[in-house]
């Protein structure tokens, strides 16, 4: 019954759906508060009727109820209590659901805490919401419905694809989908601007602070997805330009300009068309990955299940709403008015330079993404873009951005100057340069352009500080009057710096691993030890165990500094039973912000080594490479401090004046 | 009839919260306020920042001049205010609502819901009811069990050939070598090993098949399984003549209600007639044996024949497949209509029609069969429970 009542509420979520997307336009249409009103609690009922859908999902999961067809599919009755929840959406209908929770809950979200929106606008938002919500929901239903029942039902289900039976995986499609969806918000409240024709610097403030939490969420995603496929895929990598990431990758970057582009919205009313466009870009590029990884177009960990209606289905929605979309700007495009004006060095100029830079390096993955699949389906012929093709047109793309971070906080709006930035900028810039050259000289024989690539990463961290720095006035003042000062610094001003500082640190982890990790592939036999980073690895042998759903052979390896053991590390070859399907557990011992990495491969069953427990081991140290990811975090912390900026809230006419006036006619 | 009971208060908690901004007199509030908070905050912000030091007096003063612009425009625009608005759309949005809700949960539902099936955890499924156990429940016990003594070659003996059946091949092709490394080589494992990969080739003899069949012919010189497959191998490779005289030696030393002759008549007679070598091997008459045999076959080597002939109908044009399913239903209901006397080969008929789509002849197929078999008796009842199974409504009970 509960497994029914789940559906049901699915059922019911696409009928309040569809009230949603009439009733409040038709009301802001005609100037009718009440109608625009239902907008409120249908956002409310949306979000709990999936909310209880999502649970009933969950229920059968947790029970094993196989006469689910969806649990039968992807669910076992041994697996451990976590994966049986984190397979609700490991497979294609249930992260569907999850993504129209998520879609549902930012919808509430604005009914709730958009109190400061004009009654319009946000009748308008929540109904574009409601548009997208209906599409999915009715995709859900008709293609994907995850409660489609068997009877009479089996007494065994088929099991989660290993892969994906990770704690990573239980995080990272949810916060992934936060991000993703989340974009979903800017993207209504372009097209709800567009309807009502009135895009201005209070717009840009309002939508600022959804871009904010998309953006925070989205980057944290990403970021564990990559941390996840780093040590679950045994391959080593922390990025492989793989079509799912970079559909994940594209609504980041254009994302990110869109924060930057919104902020010259704000300020001074210029780039509106601008940022009108990216705000449906971005979400369009969501809808491109979501169609991507759910038509089953690629095949890929991320791919559960291929069906082509689906992909057919998908593609529809994606036409209709970017196609649309994309009307109703050129359509109203022509009407805004071009803002405030400004000289090409200054703040505005600096923004624009990171939109060009942004879009630009957008238009890049985009093209290194789609190029292949669409060669492959007009000619058949299968070419792979990989990282070569992307770390040549998208790192040169990014380095003068890079390059040029710092400056911008540094330049006044309007009309900035270059050389007083310049200037201002001496220290960071000659620090950096030291740092490089330490590099340069500490790891002997590192090529110049990883000591240069170093001096970008701290050039970017003692940017972001010297901008605190001079806005808190330190070293004009005393030291308490500009820790007063700092404390007093608008918390998006703080929140930006640390973005900044944030992805420095990644850039420093980014270089580090790339020039100075070593690689080693060897066959070892136990007792053997091998040297890694200034560590002695031993093998001490090969063990079989078994987990609560699969077999694995354990090897286990000594770490030694100095002939002193250090500490043991494990990595295993895992099958899971059910699915026979095998996976590498990598071995991964973490020092400082370096890490040496461990992974088995094929047992040696050939030759004199044969039987004797001799194995293939992939060995490598990666120095610095955590600090890719620490990055990302302070990255997504600068969002949070920069979304509790009380200024963000600032639109609600405050309530004691809207009490004097209703009041005043009855007195 | 609880569902039921928490469908309804859903939907109506859900209409009736859609409903109360409808039915509300809402207060006036203009239009142009939002905007005209965000730009004084605006202002104020330039005025700290100028305190601050951050920005210098003149820039302040530009700064303040435009955003003072906006608030002109923001106050302008404010007086078209929204007013309160009673009247027919409200009231049509109200009857929409009330309408709609329902109409479509309830409608939808009905359509794609299965509101009758009670939730079935496992934990409370654990001792099955005495109906069918049913062979995933078998197996599912059986992978347990090997789970945890994986060393039961006899445990994978048993579940081989049934994977095979099943169309797991993966599965039985790990069984049977996990048989053969336990208990160690018989001519019925070494062929069911290749059998496996004959069906996971989509009929394809691969040379490792060959070499399996082989083995278990070195074994046991009469293995009639192993027989056929290499028979067929020489059909695969265009050898007719050697194909012709291996499928005549293995019919001379089968039985003659052996279920697998009709197959080698079959292909004897196709080979006699010289047809083109590639051509011959469709032409295998593929379920006719399953469909044609009253009883379970005895021999273990029997088992063989169903997934060797799905393989080898999977491995055919989609329209031909079809096409010769069709013709080897209809034959077996014209065989049924004159002995009817077959409760098995009813419920086979059953099962095609119903698969095939076609419920009319489903339906009448169990008709004629409650006619031989009342529905009292054992097999009457089995068959009205497959025909529940199947979805097949039964006749009405004068039918009798």
Not at chain 1, 275 to 302: D, E, P, Q
Not at chain 2, 130 to 136: D, F, L, Q, T
């Amino acid at each position: 019954m509960i497994v029914e009542l789940g559906h049901y509420a699915l059922i019911v979520a696409l009928a309040t759906a569809l009230v949603q997307s009439v009733v409040p336009v038709i009301g802001a249409r005609r100037g009718d508060l009440a109608m625009m009103n239902v907008a409120h609690p249908a956002a409310i009922a949306s979000f709990l009727l999936v909310l209880l859908s999502f649970g009933a999902l969950t229920y059968a999961y947790v029970t094993s109820d196989f006469s689910v067809q969806n649990v039968y599919e992807n669910s076992h009755s041994l697996k451990p209590l976590i994966f049986k929840i984190s397979g609700v959406w490991g497979n294609h209908e249930g992260s569907m659901v999850l993504w129209i929770l998520i879609l549902v809950f930012f919808s509430a979200l604005v009914a709730t805490f958009g109190g400061n929106l004009p009654a319009t606008l946000r009748a308008n938002v929540l109904a574009v919401q409601a548009w997208i919500t209906s599409a999915f929901l009715f995709f859900v239903l008709l293609t994907s419905n995850p409660f489609a029942r068997i009877a009479p039902a089996p007494m065994e289900g088929r099991d989660l694809n290993p892969i994906l039976q990770d704690i990573g995986l239980a995080i990272h499609p949810p916060l992934l989908y936060l991000g993703y969806v989340g974009f979903s918000i800017c993207f209504s409240f372009a097209i709800a601007a567009l309807m009502d024709g009135r895009i201005d610097a209070a717009w840009a403030r309002w939508v600022r602070p959804w871009t904010l939490a998309a953006w925070t969420f989205l980057t944290a995603g990403i970021s564990m997805g990559s941390y996840w496929a780093y040590y679950e895929l045994g391959w080593g990598g922390w990025w492989f330009w793989d079509p799912v990431e970079n559909a994940s990758f594209m609504p980041w970057l254009a994302g990110t300009a869109l924060l930057h582009s919104a902020l010259v919205m704000e300020k001074r009313e210029a780039l509106r068309i601008w940022t009108v466009l990216l705000a449906i870009l971005t979400f369009s590029l969501s809808l491109l990955g979501t169609f991507l990884v759910r038509s089953g177009v690629l095949t890929s960990v991320h791919t559960f299940a291929s069906d082509p209606t689906r992909g057919v289905f998908i593609l529809g929605i994606l036409v209709l709403f970017i196609g649309g979309a994309l009307s109703l700007f050129a359509l109203r495009a022509a009407s805004l008015k071009s803002g405030g004006l400004f000289q090409p060095i200054s703040r505005e100029g600096a923004l624009v330079f990171n939109n060009l830079f942004l879009t630009t390096a957008t238009a890049t993955v985009l093209i290194g993404t789609l190029y292949p699949l669409l060669l492959e389906s007009l000619t058949g012929e299968k070419i792979s873009v990989g990282p070569p093709f992307f770390n040549l047109t998208f790192g040169p793309v990014m380095l003068p951005l890079l390059l040029a971070v710092p400056f911008g906080p540094l330049l006044a709006w309007k009309r900035g100057d270059l050389i007083g930035a310049a200037q201002r900028l001496y220290m960071a810039a000659g620090l950096s340069l030291l740092a490089g050259l330490a590099a340069l000289y500490f790891a002997t024989g590192a090529p110049v352009l990883a000591a240069l690539g170093i001096a970008l990463g701290f050039f970017l961290v003692f940017g972001a500080l010297t901008d605190l720095a001079l806005r808190s006035g330190l070293g004009k003042t005393s030291l308490a009057v500009s820790w007063k000062r700092f404390a007093g610094l608008p918390r998006s001003t703080l929140g930006g710096a640390l973005a900044h500082l944030g992805l420095g640190v990644s850039v420093l982890g980014i270089v580090g691993v790339t020039a100075f990790e070593t690689e080693q592939v060897r066959e070892m036999s136990p007792g053997e030890v091998t040297e890694a980073g200034g560590y002695t690895l031993r093998f001490d042998g090969m063990e079989p165990a078994v987990g609560p759903n699969y077999t694995e052979d354990v090897g286990h390896f000594t770490v030694l500094v100095d002939g002193e053991p250090l500490a043991r590390m494990d990595s295993a070859k895992r099958l899971y039973t059910a699915r026979r399907m095998p996976t590498t557990e990598a071995g991964i011992l973490t020092r400082g912000v370096n890490q040496l990495y461990v992974s088995l491969g094929d047992p040696v069953e050939t030759g004199e080594a044969a039987g004797s427990g001799t194995i293939v081991v992939r060995v490598w140290w990666k120095p610095m490479v955590t600090l890719i990811w620490y990055g990302t975090i302070i990255m997504a912390a600068g969002g949070i401090i920069s979304l509790s900026d009380r200024r963000l809230r600032v639109g609600a006419p405050s309530r004691s004046r809207r009490a004097r006036a209703a009041m005043e006619p009855a007195e | 009839m609880m569902f039921w009971v928490l469908a309804a208060i859903l939907t109506a908690v859900v209409t009736i919260a859609l409903l109360l901004p409808l039915a509300r007199r809402v207060p006036v509030v203009a239009g142009g306020d939002h905007d005209v908070e965000v730009y004084s905050d605006q202002l104020s912000e330039v005025d700290r920042d100028s305190n601050a030091g951050l920005i210098d007096e003149a820039e302040a003063e530009y700064a303040r001049a435009e955003i003072a612009r906006r608030l002109l425009r923001a106050d302008r625009r404010s007086d078209a205010g929204i007013e309160e608005r009673s009247g027919r759309m409200r009231r049509v949005a109200q009857v929409g609502v009330i309408v709609a809700v329902p109409a479509i949960a309830m409608g939808a539902y009905l359509t794609a819901g299965s509101p009758g099936l009670p939730d079935q955890p496992l934990a409370s499924r654990a001792a099955p009811p005495s109906e069918r156990s049913g062979p995933e429940m078998l197996i599912a016990q059986a992978e347990a069990h090997l789970a945890d003594n994986p060393d039961d070659g006899r445990g994978w003996d048993v579940l081989a050939p049934i994977y095979l059946r099943m169309g797991r091949f993966d599965d039985a092709e790990m069984a049977y070598a996990n048989a053969m490394r336990i208990l160690g080589p018989s001519a019925e494992r070494h062929s069911g090993y290749g059998e496996t990969l004959v069906a996971a080739a989509g009929g394809v003899i691969s040379e490792e098949a060959r070499i399996a069949f082989q083995s278990a012919r070195e074994l046991e010189p009469d293995e009639p399984k192993a027989a056929f497959y290499l028979a067929m191998a020489l059909v695969q490779e265009g050898r007719n003549e050697r194909a012709l005289q291996a499928f005549e030696d293995l019919a001379e030393t089968s039985p003659p209600d052996a279920p697998w002759m009709e197959v080698v008549d079959a292909q004897i007679a196709t080979l006699d007639r010289e047809r083109s070598a590639t051509g011959s091997l469709t032409l295998a008459p593929l379920e006719l044996p399953n469909l044609a045999g009253s009883q379970e076959p005895s021999a273990p080597s029997g088992s063989s024949a169903p997934s060797d002939e799905a393989a080898a109908i999977q491995s055919m044009p989609e329209s031909e497949r079809r096409e010769m399913i069709v013709g080897m239903v209809e034959s077996l209901d014209a065989r049924l209509r004159e002995n009817p006397d077959n409760a098995d080969g009813w419920m086979r008929l059953m099962r095609s029609y119903s698969v095939l789509g076609r419920d009319d002849a489903a339906n009448d197929a169990l008709t004629r069969a409650l006619e031989a078999f009342p529905r009292d008796s054992e097999q009457g009842a089995a068959l009205l429970a497959l025909a529940s199974e199947l979805g097949i409504d039964a006749p009405a009970e004068e039918a009798q």
